[in-house]
């Protein structure tokens, strides 16, 4: 250890010490000096710093990324992410230089017997007395002490020699320019430089000594040079902050002089002048904050603010004389701009004719009238580009989004989903364009509420939880399927996802391409699988478990898990796997204890939901469990779902003191979750049937004996909710219950059932619900009915939900009595009485009564196929879909509006065909009603409407129970036969995926059935049918056999029926979707994998001109991929054609015959002759010899005739195109590259490859036609007479061709030989027409 030096010690041993010390210089000594100082003044000290911080193994491979990748953060929000500065607590310490004329000699402390010296107390503040200078203008605050030593005369001479320093800083003009007006105008300061006044003053000494030794033409030079290097923004700026100087100035000089009369009249010394105002204060004033187009928040030097000059607001319109102002405490420095903005405010500019504004929203989310009167108390008015208008603008809300302030934080999120929620329920459809759903999220709303989810404030994380709940998901759509789900076909639940994710082939190329995307790109694809990947769900997790918000919060955050599992399988399993996330929400939402319900408190007036049942959070897990079967086995089996719902179901309100509308949602939504369960026959939900079997009689008793729906249907509704919700289960408990014995037969027998995963056939166990178990439902429920009916007919008007319930009793007997005849306990005798029965004494009375001619006359109405409704899915963004049941205008979808009848009308028809098809000797009355005036003139409606809402999903109702009434009229016949037929060609085109089966129940009892098509018969047996023999058929050169005639087609057409039945059957749709679609239909539970229909391109089955549908996907798989073995069983070769291709091919131009012949009104009306064309033109490109056949030239040019009639050859869109083709001129090139390769002529071909160079389509077809391709106008040889047979000379002819290029490619054709009179006469005349009317132009 070293020693420290001793009392004694001499110099050698000092010496030797140091040499000790030296040589263990390494030792840690005993204390070190610490700065407190965190900040560096040194550059290489910071950086020093900052290499020296520890850093985190992803924080150095982002770091690398970056600095290889060269990324910038260019995000929207990207101050949210910066970080302030830290700023030490304790800086440098320094002493504090005192000026040497201080005189300091009255502060000498005064001895005390205490220790310490005795305060001073200062003389201002003993007094009382204010200062003598606190109230000049524009000086600087000074200490109270600084005041203390004036008054006392320690630091006169300072002043004095502040004095001297201001008058010797003057700036020093030469003599000879100092008489030079122009040089007296640049003033005695400079206006620019802020900072230290001497130094300022000393740089515009310096300016205007060189501008007085310069000509004024130099000057004038210098100064066009300066202004063409500055943009106009800073020449402003810079004129700007003069005029501020000479205005205060102004005010300065104005109070020195109120204030030197007021001391001359007080006999008290003037004041000293004032001081100009600060850097700062001049910064304060000129910054502004603006709302950019890309949605950044930037700071600009000069102001844009539309404050009104000072020239247009006189002294005395401001509220308070800027003089006045100045003698009130603290308003010595008056701010004209605030006075100003005190003043009336200014009307808005008056708006022209039709003109456009800027949308202008209240709190509410409503849109303000341009010219609205609000008052200003309503704070709608603010200082932005219009102060005279009322209201926010999206730009300014998403600055308040922005703002540091948390008041307006919340304000602006607050707003912003009002106008989402406005929006979604089409509020803004007719006022606002573009919509603005697509505006907000072009914006970056969405990486806007993300972030303010993760926000600490409760008022602003809450709104934004609503506000994308708002933007992500639809209310609407969620009611409306909940409306439609006990009676909906089948049960099934919709997918809604985005167009990306909707396109097989974009979804793929996303999955593979997705990790390498940013956040903001997958956004623009995809909203909702964007907000999964950025975790989304998770930070929902956490604020339902650690911040535990209020109600309002937790509703919204289960609806926009809702939404998310709605959106895709992958999203749907994102939310199960998520750690403690079910848990969560079944926990505190889903509780098996019901005490807190106990209190008759309703939950809507609750301040916390916590440990109270939500019909939100059983709505979540039935959409998860109609994603799949294995989601739904998951919850059954992990978390116990199926004990929750029996305890719910179980309630009984007039025990439990909840408020019955509480209590019966909660049983209404555990029933349908119960059903949903049961579509897959889980052992759970089928063991607690049987063991709930009491309990649901007694509440099927209940219904019987205590519900009417012809009394006080507002008070039941609820009741009747949960009763249809009870006995859509019990209809899934049947499907369930009916599957045992073949499922017991197979076991036996050790057969596959179903496919497993290793593709082998499994066996599976039986259902242990047997058929037994509910034989004492049917007789129960089918009491309820005929009760039920008897009520509806006397009264004639009910509730939607009371239609709902006699719908579901219907859905109920028809499931029963169709699995009955699979039962070992069936006997054909007794289900016939038993049929008999039902029909004769519940149904028949019904279906004579006026109240049932009341429901079908108002199917018009409410029909989804007639009405003139836009599509709802207009307004919503690519990146994020919606089902759109609110249309475009704010109104309902039809089919689900209270009054709709298709709640009872569509179970009804299904059962009635059940009954006739069981019991084909029931009466025939029973379906007298096929004959009613009524349902003729809605059927015709149907065919002669438009179809915008075609694609909807709730559309499907409406197209089964057309299915089923088609059914129903081929089972017992019909006299209207024709427009039935018709009606049946038309709803093909309206089929959605998942009712394939709808095809084949159609074509085979409807479409192709000889008892509605008898006018066809009748039609091929008359010879001399002017209608069938109206032209001549145009005879080409390579056909052996002849050209059929019209006559002949038709009659064909009636002998082919079956077989054209079969091969469309077996071409339209796969056997797969066939299998599928009966599975679902039918409730196969076993085979059942999903009840989920996923959004796809299109959600029609078929197209437009669904006749021709196997000859374009035959083409568009030829072109992509090689057609897979499994797919459709009808293919073509490219080379070579088989007779079954032929026969396929002929079947569908058969098809699209007698449609566009007979039934052109049902075929034409929803689709336009266009596409009919451009699908024909694919016969000639699906092979190189099937259009070279006999019987497919005839059916070919017959359609092709029949579509160029009734002036048909006018009304094409050349701009249409088809899909497998970039433009229509390429799908024209590739037609003409066929017909000069294999066509020999052909005359079908020739006509139709003319029908593109009519006058009123574009001149580049007559260009590539009469140059590129002119090798193929060798092979047109028709003449003008048969062309003009379908299409006037005139639309050739007029108008005139003044292209010059075109005329010399005429005369080229005409002089080389390429077209001549003998062999090309109808070209020859075209040609020879359009050259002379150029040759005659020119002349003239």
């Known amino acids: 250890m070293i020693q420290r030096p001793k009392r004694g010690e001499t110099n050698e041993d000092l010496l030797r010490q140091e040499e000790e010390f030296l040589a263990r210089a390494n030792s840690r000594p005993a204390a070190t000096v610490v700065s407190v100082n965190k900040r560096k ?258 700071t600009e030097g000069m102001s844009t603010s539309t404050v009104p000059d000072d020239s247009t607001v006189s002294e005395n319109e401001l509220p308070i004389p800027p003089s006045e102002a100045k003698k009130w405490i603290h308003m010595d420095k008056v701010d004209l701009e605030k006075l100003k903005w005190m003043t009336d405010m200014p009307k808005p500019k008056p708006l022209k004719n039709n003109e456009g504004f800027v949308a202008r929203f209240n709190f509410e989310g409503d849109i303000l009238p341009y010219d609205a009167d609000v008052s200003y108390r309503e704070a709608l008015h603010h200082h932005g580009e219009e102060p005279g208008r009322a209201g926010y603008t999206l730009d300014e809300l998403f600055i308040l989004i922005r703002s540091k302030v948390l008041q307006q934080r919340h304000i602006g999120l607050r707003t912003l989903a009002n106008i989402l929620r406005n929006a979604k329920e089409g509020l803004y459809d007719t006022a606002v364009n573009p919509p603005i759903i697509q505006l907000v999220v072009e914006a970056g709303v969405v990486l806007l509420l993300r972030f303010a989810l993760d926000e600490s404030s409760l008022h602003v994380y809450g709104e934004a939880v609503r506000g994308l709940y708002y933007l992500i998901a639809s209310e609407p759509d969620e009611r409306c399927l909940a409306m439609v789900q006990p009676w909906a076909p089948a049960g099934l639940e919709p997918g809604v996802s985005s167009k990306i994710h909707a396109s097989e082939k974009s979804r793929k190329e996303l999955d593979e391409e997705e990790k390498e995307l940013k956040d903001i790109e997958v956004i623009k694809l995809d909203i909702v699988r964007a907000l999964v990947r950025m975790d989304t769900h998770i930070r929902l997790r956490y604020i339902l478990e650690t911040v535990k918000p209020n109600p309002d919060t937790v509703i919204y955050t289960l609806g926009i898990l809702t939404r998310i599992v709605r959106h895709s399988l992958t999203a749907a399993w994102k939310v199960v796997q998520t750690p403690r996330l079910l848990s969560v929400i079944l926990e505190n939402f889903l509780p098996h204890n019901l005490s807190p319900l106990l209190t008759g408190e309703n939950v809507s007036s609750m301040s916390s939901v916590y440990g109270v049942p939500l019909k939100q959070a059983l709505h979540l897990l039935r959409v998860l469990a109609a994603r799949g079967r294995q989601l739904a086995a998951v919850l059954v089996n992990t978390h116990d779902v199926m004990g929750r719902i029996l305890t719910y179901v179980s309630l009984e309100p007039s025990e439990v003191a909840i408020p019955l509308q509480e209590a019966l949602s909660l049983s209404q939504e555990a029933y349908a979750t119960w059903a949903t369960l049961l579509a897959y026959g889980l052992s759970k939900a089928e063991e607690a049937i049987a063991n709930f079997y009491p309990l649901i009689v007694k509440q099927l008793v209940f219904y019987r004996d205590k519900v009417p729906i012809n009394e006080e249907t507002e008070k039941n509704k609820f009741n009747y909710d949960v009763g249809a919700q009870l006995i859509n289960s019990l209809t899934r408990a049947v499907n369930v219950a009916a599957s045992k014995t073949l499922l017991s037969s197979r076991m036996k027998l050790n057969q596959g059932t179903v496919m497993g995963a290793s593709g082998k056939a499994e066996v599976l166990p039986p259902p242990s619900l047997s058929w037994d178990d509910l034989s004492d439902i049917p007789q129960l429920i089918e009491t309820c009915l005929k009760k039920w009916l008897v009520q509806l007919e006397r009264t004639g008007q009910t509730s939607f939900s009371a239609l709902r319930l006699l719908g579901s009793c219907c859905s109920f007997l028809e499931a029963y009595y169709l699995k009955w005849k699979d039962q070992s306990s069936y006997s054909g005798e007794r289900c016939h009485q038993k049929l008999q029965k039902l029909h004769d004494e519940v149904i028949l009375p019904f279906l004579n009564s006026t109240c049932f001619s009341n429901l079908v006359s108002s199917l018009p109405k409410h029909s989804s196929l007639i009405c003139d409704y836009q599509v709802g899915t207009k307004r919503d963004p690519v990146n994020l879909g919606s089902l759109g049941c609110v249309t475009h205008g704010g109104k309902i979808v039809p089919v689900v509006q209270i009054t709709s009848p298709f709640p009872l009308l569509l179970p009804l028809s299904s059962l009635l065909v059940i009954l006739h098809s069981l019991h084909p000797f029931l009466d025939a009355q029973g379906a007298k009603f096929l004959n009613l005036p009524e349902l003729s003139s809605y059927f015709q409606k149907v065919c002669c409407s438009h179809h915008h809402l075609t694609e909807h999903w709730l559309t499907r109702v409406e197209v089964h129970m057309i299915s089923n009434l088609l059914h129903l009229a081929a089972l017992k016949g019909c006299t209207e036969t024709s427009i039935f037929h018709e009606t049946a060609m ?62 002949q087609l038709t009659e064909r057409i009636s002998n082919s029926l079956v077989s054209m039945c079969s091969e469309l059957v077996g071409s339209l749709a796969s056997k797969r979707e066939y299998e599928a679609s009966k599975v679902l239909r039918n409730g196969i539970h076993f085979a059942t994998n999903g009840i989920t229909i996923d959004q796809t391109e299109t959600p029609l089955a078929l197209g437009k001109c669904w006749p021709l549908e196997p000859i374009k996907y035959v083409y568009k798989t030829s072109r992509t991929q090689p057609p897979k073995t499994d797919d459709l069983p009808k293919k073509f070769s490219s080379d070579q054609s088989s007779p079954e291709d032929i026969l396929t091919v002929t079947r569908c131009l058969q098809m699209a015959y007698l449609g566009i012949k007979y039934r052109r009104k049902s075929i034409l009306q929803s689709t336009d002759i266009s596409s009919w064309l451009q699908h024909l033109s694919l016969v000639f490109l699906v092979a190189s010899d099937i259009f070279l056949d006999a019987d497919v030239g005839s059916y070919l040019q017959g359609t092709v005739i029949e579509l160029l009639r009734n002036g048909g050859y006018a009304k094409l869109d050349p701009e249409l195109t088809i899909e497998g083709f970039n433009s229509s001129i390429s799908w024209y090139k590739e037609l003409l590259e066929q017909f000069l390769a294999v066509s020999y002529g052909d005359s079908t071909f020739a006509l139709f490859l003319l029908i593109p160079i009519q006058q009123y389509w574009p001149i580049e077809y007559r260009k590539e036609l009469w140059g590129d391709m002119s090798d193929a106008l060798t092979f047109f040889r028709l003449t003008p007479r048969q062309v003009e047979q379908f299409i006037p000379m005139k639309q050739f002819f007029e108008p005139r061709d003044d292209d010059e290029g075109l005329i010399i490619k005429y005369r080229a054709n005409l002089g080389c030989g390429n077209v001549t009179e003998a062999r090309n006469s109808f070209l020859y005349t075209v040609a020879s027409h359009h050259i002379r009317s150029h040759i005659k132009k020119r002349q003239t």
């Open 986 to 1047: 038309c709803i093909m085109a309206c089929i959605q995926k998942g009712d394939e089966h709808l095809i084949e129940k159609l074509l085979s009892n409807v479409i192709c059935a000889p008892e509605f098509t008898s006018d066809l018969c009748e039609m091929s047996s008359q010879v001399d049918n002017l209608a069938l023999n109206d032209y001549e058929p145009l005879i080409s050169p390579a056909k052996v056999q002849p050209i059929l005639s019209p006559r």
């Open 41 to 298: 003044t040194d550059e290489e000290d910071e950086k020093k710093t900052e290499s020296q911080k520890p850093q985190s193994k992803f924080a150095r491979e982002r770091a690398n990324k970056k600095k290889k990748e060269g990324i910038v953060d260019n995000t929207v929000l990207k101050e949210a992410a910066s970080r302030e500065e830290r700023v030490a607590v304790l800086g440098r310490i320094v002493e504090r230089v005192v000026p040497p004329n201080v005189s300091l000699e009255d502060w000498k402390p005064e001895a005390n017997p205490h220790g310490f010296p005795k305060a001073h107390q200062l003389s201002n503040l003993i007094h009382g007395a204010p200062p003598s200078d606190t109230n000049l203008t524009g000086s600087r605050k000074k200490s109270l002490y600084m005041q203390e030593l004036q008054e006392k005369g320690a630091i006169k001479k300072q002043s004095n020699q502040k004095a001297a320093a201001t008058l010797s800083a003057r700036p020093v003009v030469p003599s000879s320019d100092v008489k030079d007006p122009r040089i007296s105008a640049l003033g005695q300061q400079s206006y620019i430089i802020q900072g230290d006044v001497s130094e300022g003053q000393k740089i515009h000494n310096e300016n205007i000594t060189k501008i007085a030794s310069m000509s004024h033409d130099e000057r004038l030079k210098a100064q066009q040079e300066l202004m063409a290097s500055l943009g106009p923004k800073e020449l402003n700026f810079l004129q700007s902050l003069r005029k501020k100087k000479e205005m205060l100035k102004g005010q300065q000089t104005e109070g020195e002089l109120m204030d030197c009369e007021a001391s001359e009249k007080e006999g008290s010394k003037p004041l000293a002048p004032p001081m100009p105002p600060s850097s700062a204060d001049k910064g304060e004033e000129l910054r502004k904050v603006r709302f950019s187009e890309d949605v950044e928040m930037e």
